[in-house]
């Protein structure tokens, strides 16, 4: 089975603030890779699949990019409803692992 | 728009049995696979199962497999996962996932719309 490994586990930036979170899969998985947001006591919504493919809805503050292995998930200007933890998840090949998850505080 | 609303949750012993549903609308049904993905309290997301559109193809994480069942009744726009000799650590919110085709191989079983999930406790 494919390992995902998210990284940091958590952190804390201040509104505005530029945010990227690492995803590294534990063998290829091309382009199939998908990033979740999961408020606080809310559903995980999509934000990103394909890698690079934004969501219908999604504003565009929120970019990800990657392929193989290695992956990132970007928030250009970090506001408080970012608040939140995200997963990706690689859909290369079954089953379909998620990341352990980051979770975004505002400092 | 789309809609999936799951039900059959609840407190069951360990070794018991559950039949969870997810009753969908606002797309044609049919034409879509679907996974169900469960988080346990507290801690992250899991994928535990998935169906092609038609059925035809079901997919297992090894945590699960040979004890839960997936399966979907096209004519209601209905999704089951039946679980047996549920343990403890099954305990968890299980949530309903659309894909975004029909079919989960090569490269496209993510969830695009998502359930408000139905909590599972499996506890003496």
């Known amino acids: 089975d494919i390992q995902m490994t998210q990284s940091p586990s958590s952190l804390s930036a201040s509104v505005g603030d530029r945010v990227t979170i690492t995803c590294r899969a534990s063998?290829?998985?091309?382009?199939?890779l998908a990033w979740y947001q999961q408020k606080p006591g809310k559903v995980p919504k999509l934000l990103i699949y394909?890698?690079?493919a934004l969501h219908s809805g999604v504003p565009s503050r929120f970019s990800g990019s990657g392929s193989g292995t290695d992956f990132t998930l970007t928030i250009s200007s970090l506001r408080p409803e970012d608040v939140a933890t995200y997963y990706c998840?690689?859909?290369?090949?079954?089953?379909?692992?998620f990341g352990q998850g980051t979770k975004v505080e505002i400092k | 728009e789309v809609q999936l609303v799951e039900s059959g949750g609840g407190l069951v012993q360990p070794g018991g049995s559950l039949r969870l549903s997810c009753a969908a609308s606002?797309?044609?049904?049919?034409?879509?696979?679907i996974s169900w993905v469960r988080q346990a309290p507290g801690k992250g997301l899991e994928w535990v199962s998935a169906?092609?559109?038609?059925?035809?193809?079901?997919y297992y994480a090894d945590s699960v497999k040979g004890r839960f069942t997936i399966s979907r009744d096209n004519s209601k726009n209905t999704l089951y996962l039946q679980m047996n000799s549920l343990r403890a650590e099954d305990t968890a919110i299980y949530y309903c996932?659309?894909?975004?085709?029909?079919?989960?191989?090569?490269?496209?079983?993510?969830?695009?719309?998502w359930g408000q999930g139905t909590l599972v406790t499996v506890s003496s």
């Open positions: 996932a659309k894909g975004p085709l029909g079919y989960c191989s090569g490269g496209s079983c993510y969830g695009d719309s």
């Open positions: 606002g797309f044609p049904f049919g034409g879509y696979a």
């Open positions: 169906i092609s559109g038609s059925g035809g193809s079901t």
């Open positions: 063998q290829g998985i091309s382009n199939y």
């Open positions: 394909a890698a690079s």
């Open positions: 998840q690689e859909y290369n090949s079954a089953p379909w692992t």
